[in-house]
């Protein structure tokens, strides 16, 4: 059984997710954003701003995180 959207349901078009880790994270934009729509970066302050950059290119505006431990914390400074 497919689920269906509801009239009435919010939909986030231009949001990411970002699989936080201890040495890379992982994001993924939807598919129309980028010709390579999931990505690896590396924990360093050049990934992260890198990172950043690319969401900005691709118009996101809302990013979800997964993380666990205190890996989120350069993540969320930087973005």
């Known amino acids: ?10 939909v986030y078009p231009n949001a990411a997710g970002i699989d936080v880790g201890a040495s890379s994270h992982w994001v993924a934009v939807p598919r129309t954003a980028d010709d390579q729509p999931v990505r690896e970066f590396s924990t360093m302050t050049g990934d992260l701003h890198a990172m950043a950059d690319w969401l900005l ?3 996101i505006d809302t990013v979800a995180l997964e993380s666990t431990g205190v890996y989120w914390i350069p993540v969320y400074e930087v973005l």
Do not use: L, V
């Open 1 to 10: 059984m497919a689920m269906r959207k509801r009239e009435n349901d919010e």
């Open 57 to 59: 290119a691709c118009g």
